[in-house]
């Protein structure tokens, strides 16, 4: 896989991290496209397949990826430093179907009990969420104790909403994304851990302007709105939310 995006002439390509979806398509997408009168093509998918497809050739405009990916495209000028922005961050929930009983998890006995209780727990093999969540359960002594429902990659809560599983662990903005689900809670502060994302633009974007006009979107105020409604924590400087 190599190349720029195949994407039509007047259209902004992106790569971007999944956690940002729920804040992309409901608010920031609409409102860019329409002030802008721009078209955006997305290419949505983990930072460790963004990566991957990054080494492998792949290329767009603009680029959302978790901080210390960025870091590496930076330091190997694969994106351009001067246009780096922090935008977000997201911390790990659990989600249940809309309606359902929430599990107990206020504390680290609890949160285990939920875990090994519940009819299938869903997790990503591909995500930074999923990866952290087996080695979580693993250095708990509970992979024994839970009935997974391990995905390569995408949303963990699809899991939930077919009913192959009772509980499904991801960042609570990726969870937000699949209709029919709702945040049980957070994990206990003791295991939780939060990821940034930052964007930037390709060294060799096919539309640097254009980029450049979405990444200033990505820390308007209107963004920084949507970023919160859209389950993640704004890291955009006071100013911009105003």
Not at 62 to 68: A, F, K, M, N, Y
Not at 153 to 167: I, M, N, P, Q, Y
Not at 218 to 225: F, H, I, N
């Amino acid at each position: 896989m190599t190349g720029h995006i195949s994407s039509p002439n007047g259209t902004i390509s992106v790569m971007s991290a999944i956690a940002l979806k729920v804040a992309f398509d409901r608010w920031i997408v609409p409102g860019f496209e329409k002030s802008q009168g721009a078209r955006l093509d997305i290419v949505w998918e983990p930072t460790t397949v963004l990566m991957r497809q990054i080494e492998e050739g792949r290329r767009a405009d603009v680029v959302v990826v978790i901080d210390e990916a960025m870091d590496r495209l930076v330091e190997q000028g694969v994106v351009r430093a001067d246009t780096r922005m922090s935008i977000a961050r997201a911390v790990l929930g659990i989600g249940i179907k809309a309606g359902g009983r929430k599990p107990d998890l206020s504390n680290s006995e609890a949160f285990k009990a939920a875990l090994t209780n519940a009819d299938g727990v869903a997790y990503s093999r591909g995500g930074a969420s999923g990866i952290y969540f087996a080695g979580l359960i693993e250095r708990l002594g509970i992979t024994g104790a839970i009935k997974p429902v391990v995905i390569p990659a995408g949303f963990t809560a699809e899991k939930v909403a077919s009913g192959e599983a009772e509980l499904a662990v991801q960042q609570t903005s990726e969870l937000m994304s699949v209709p029919g689900i709702e945040i049980a809670g957070l994990f206990p502060q003791e295991y939780q851990v939060s990821t940034d994302f930052s964007v930037a633009i390709f060294s060799d974007a096919l539309d640097p302007e254009g980029a450049g006009r979405f990444v200033e979107a990505l820390v308007s105020p209107q963004a920084d709105r949507a970023y919160r409604n859209g389950g993640l924590v704004s890291r955009l400087a006071p100013a911009a939310s105003s």
